[in-house]
C-alpha cells in the first residue's frame, strides 16, 4: 500500500510540476521553423531505470494559428492494435484522467501564442504513465499516442481520448508504441463480470432448489437481483444484451435444477476463475437473500450458500460478514427442520471446546450490536441471535 501511495505522489507532482517546466523551456520565437513534430521517450521517475518507466511526449516546430491565441497541451492514448478501431485506454490515476471519465489524459496549458511563432527546441507535451493504463485487451497492444494543441479559450469536447472536428482543435501530431499488457483488457474485465453476474443467477437457484421447491419468494428474490443489475446502465444495446443473458442463465439453470441436473462444483470453480472479488461477494450476498426469502430459512439453504462461499474463494471473515447481514437483519426465521448450528456457522466436525469458544465470542459480537443498534427490527433481530446462541451454549454445556 505504502508502494502506491508513493506512486501516486510522484505522478502527482509530475503531473503539478509539467506546466511551469514548459513554460522554461518552451521557446516562442517568431523566425522560420519547421512544421510541428511529435516525438516519445523513454524516461524513468526519478531518471531510476529499476523504477517505473514512462514516456514523455515532446514537440518542436511551428504552431499552426494565423491569430494569436492562448494555447495548451492535452495528449491522450487510443488503442490502434486494431487499424480500422480504435478504442479508448483507461488510465488508474485521477490526474491522468479525462474531467468527465477514466480514459487517460494528461492536459497542460502554455500561454500565449502568435502567429509565426513555435517551440525551437523539444518541449514536453504530455506524460504517459504506461503502467498505470488499462486497453480495452490483454497482450501486445499498439498504442496511438496523440498530443494536441488546443485554444484554452474555446477548448473542444475530447471525450475518450477522440475529438470531433471544432474550432478549439488547433493541431495533433500522433507518435505509435506498442506496449505488452500482462492482466485483463477493460472488456475482458465486462465480460468477466458478466459471466460472473450469471452464475450467480445459477448458483442463486441452486440455493432455492436444494430443499427439493423453488418457492415464489425465491424466484422473484433473484428476479429483483437481476433487475437492479441490469437499472445500473442506461437503456441501449448492453442493457438488453445483459438483461438477455441474465433472463438466459435464470430459465437454464431453472431447467436442470427441475431434472437434477444443475453442476453446481462447475459453476463455483469458474466463477471462482473468473470472477472479480466484488461479483463473488455479489453472488453470495444474492445466495443468502435466496435462503432468506419468505421468512424462513432452512438448514440446506444455509449450509450451501456457506459451502458455496468457500467454493468461490470467499474469506472466512466476509462469509460472516454477509451472512449477518443478509439472514439475521432479514428477520428470517430458522425452521423447525433446520439446525440453528447451521445457520450460526457452527462447523460439524469442531470438538466441543471449539463449539463452546465459538459460541463465547459470537454471544459476545451479538450482546455488543444489541447496546448500540438504533432500529427496533435491528435490535430485535439481534435479540433474536442471542436466544439461538443461547440455545446452543445450552447443548453444548
Known amino acids: 500500500m505504502m508502494s502506491w501511495i508513493i506512486i501516486l505522489g510522484i505522478w502527482f507532482a509530475l503531473a503539478a510540476w509539467n506546466a511551469s517546466r514548459m513554460k522554461r523551456r518552451a521557446e516562442l520565437a517568431p523566425k522560420p521553423m519547421t512544421a510541428l513534430e511529435l516525438r516519445a521517450t523513454e524516461r524513468f521517475v526519478n531518471n531510476d531505470p529499476t523504477g517505473e518507466r514512462y514516456l514523455e511526449l515532446e514537440v518542436?516546430?511551428?504552431?499552426?494559428?494565423?491569430?494569436?491565441?492562448?494555447?495548451?497541451?492535452?495528449?491522450?492514448?487510443?488503442?490502434?492494435?486494431?487499424d480500422s478501431n480504435w478504442q479508448a485506454v483507461i488510465s488508474s490515476i485521477d490526474a491522468f484522467q479525462e474531467p468527465d471519465s477514466l480514459c487517460f489524459q494528461d492536459r497542460n496549458p502554455i500561454g500565449d501564442c502568435n502567429p509565426d511563432q513555435g517551440f525551437t527546441r523539444w518541449v514536453r507535451a504530455g506524460v504517459i504513465p504506461l503502467s498505470h493504463l488499462q486497453p480495452p485487451k490483454s497482450g501486445k497492444r499498439r498504442y496511438?499516442?496523440?498530443?494536441?494543441?488546443v485554444d484554452e479559450?474555446?477548448?473542444?469536447?475530447i471525450r475518450n481520448g477522440f475529438c470531433p472536428e471544432h474550432a478549439g482543435m488547433i493541431c495533433a501530431r500522433v507518435h505509435f508504441t506498442e506496449y505488452e499488457y500482462v492482466n485483463k483488457g477493460y472488456e475482458e474485465e465486462m465480460e468477466a463480470r458478466d459471466e460472473a453476474r450469471a452464475l450467480a443467477v445459477q448458483l442463486a437457484v441452486a440455493v432455492a432448489?436444494?430443499?427439493?421447491?423453488?418457492?415464489?419468494?425465491?424466484?422473484?428474490?433473484?428476479?429483483?437481483?437481476?433487475?437492479?443489475?441490469?437499472?445500473?446502465?442506461?437503456?441501449g444495446p448492453y442493457q438488453e444484451s445483459l438483461k438477455s443473458r441474465l433472463n438466459l442463465a435464470l430459465r437454464d439453470a431453472f431447467d436442470l435444477a427441475t431434472n437434477g441436473e444443475l453442476a453446481i462444483s462447475d459453476l463455483t470453480a469458474r466463477l471462482r476463475d473468473i470472477g472479480p472479488t466484488t461479483?463473488?461477494?455479489?453472488?453470495?450476498?444474492?445466495?443468502?437473500?435466496v435462503a432468506a426469502a419468505g421468512g424462513t430459512s432452512t438448514s440446506p439453504e444455509v449450509a450451501l450458500a456457506r459451502?458455496?462461499?468457500?467454493?468461490?474463494?470467499?474469506?472466512?471473515?466476509?462469509?460472516?460478514?454477509?451472512?449477518?447481514?443478509?439472514?439475521?437483519?432479514?428477520?428470517?426465521?430458522?425452521?423447525?427442520?433446520?439446525?440453528?448450528?447451521?445457520?450460526?456457522?457452527?462447523?460439524?466436525l469442531w470438538d466441543v471446546a471449539q463449539v463452546k469458544a465459538y459460541l463465547r465470542t459470537e454471544f459476545q459480537k451479538w450482546n455488543n450490536r444489541l447496546t448500540t443498534l438504533a432500529d427496533a427490527n435491528e435490535r430485535a433481530n439481534a435479540q433474536r441471535?442471542?436466544?439461538?446462541?443461547?440455545?446452543a451454549r445450552t447443548k453444548y454445556g
Open 60 to 82: 518542436q516546430g511551428l504552431i499552426p494559428i494565423d491569430r494569436p491565441r492562448k494555447i495548451g497541451f492535452v495528449a491522450s492514448v487510443l488503442d490502434a492494435t486494431d
Open 144 to 149: 496511438a499516442l496523440i498530443a494536441r494543441i
Open 153 to 157: 479559450a474555446d477548448l473542444p469536447p
Open 209 to 235: 432448489f436444494v430443499d427439493g421447491a423453488f418457492a415464489d419468494a425465491e424466484g422473484e428474490t433473484i428476479k429483483r437481483w437481476m433487475a437492479r443489475v441490469v437499472g445500473n446502465y442506461d437503456e
Open 279 to 289: 461479483q463473488k461477494l455479489a453472488c453470495l450476498e444474492l445466495c443468502f437473500d
Open 307 to 348: 459451502l458455496i462461499a468457500s467454493a468461490i474463494g470467499v474469506e472466512p471473515a466476509e462469509l460472516e460478514r454477509i451472512q449477518d447481514q443478509r439472514l439475521v437483519t432479514s428477520g428470517a426465521t430458522v425452521s423447525t427442520e433446520a439446525g440453528i448450528e447451521t445457520l450460526l456457522g457452527i462447523d460439524p
Open 385 to 391: 441471535m442471542l436466544d439461538m446462541i443461547s440455545e
